[in-house]
């Protein structure tokens, strides 16, 4: 099941990106140009917690085929280097909301400072090399205009999803007994929320509870 829901969110997210590309005219006049833009970046969303289930190991039991997962979820996201990922999301789960953890900030907490510092944890010279190579590929086919409104934009849309409900929600202070010694809290239970949201994810005591639960599972273990 790992794999097929895996392969759904990867090729949901190739197929419609190609159809926005081809068929979806950037008109912001247009309600059906935001229903596209919106699902795109919730399919981006979807592309990285793929990426992470990969990190739990909860796509596959064969480690080559989850990596295999895990690499392809993280390169077509935004070109990042799943080794890396991989390390640093480890890190979170051993050392969460302290000095230790890479996702955490000890010193100002608001929004928009803390999400800087998060993403500067991953984005590399590679990487950015990467995603130049790919938008310069694209303009062959596509304009300038049209890759960065329908790609680019999306891609970063989501990053600010998944920190706000992945991340500044779940472990912001202050910090509560009630918070368990992984120091995350979560959404209140209602599932069409939390799959709407993240994929769950802002189920995310749970997760810190039992992680090689699959995304697709959280809801079950909710307390």
């Known amino acids: 099941m790992g794999i097929l829901f895996a392969l759904v969110i990867i090729l949901s ?6 159809y926005m590309l081809l068929y979806v005219p950037v008109n912001a006049g247009n309600i059906m140009f935001w229903v596209h833009l919106i699902l795109q970046i919730w399919l981006f969303t979807g592309l990285f917690i793929t990426a992470h289930d990969a990190m739990h ?3 596959s039991k064969n480690r080559f085929i989850n990596n295999g997962f895990g690499a392809t979820a993280s390169m077509l996201y935004a070109g990042l280097w799943y080794p890396k990922l991989l390390q640093k999301h480890g890190l979170h789960h051993l050392f969460p909301a302290t000095e230790q953890d890479p996702d955490y900030t000890t010193g100002n907490q608001n929004f ?6 998060f993403m500067r944890q991953y984005i590399t010279i590679w990487q950015l090399l ?4 790919l938008f310069n590929v694209g303009l062959v086919w596509f304009n300038e205009k049209q890759l960065i409104v329908l790609w680019v934009i999306p891609s970063i849309a989501s990053t600010f999803q998944l920190f706000y409900f992945g991340t500044f929600i ?10 368990g010694p ?3 809290r979560s959404l209140s239970k209602n599932h069409f929320v939390a ?4 994929y769950f994810f802002g189920y995310h005591s749970e997760h810190h509870a039992f992680p090689r639960t699959p995304w697709w599972q959280l809801y079950r273990i909710k307390r």
């Open 195 to 198: 799959m709407m949201t993240c």
């Open 13 to 18: 997210w190739g197929i419609h990106l190609i």
């Open 170 to 179: 779940p472990h912001r202070l202050p910090h509560t007994e009630e918070m």
């Open 182 to 184: 992984d120091m995350s």
């Open 112 to 117: 928009f400072v803390w999400w800087y510092r």
């Open 57 to 59: 190991g909860s796509i």
């Open 130 to 133: 990467i995603m130049a190579i």
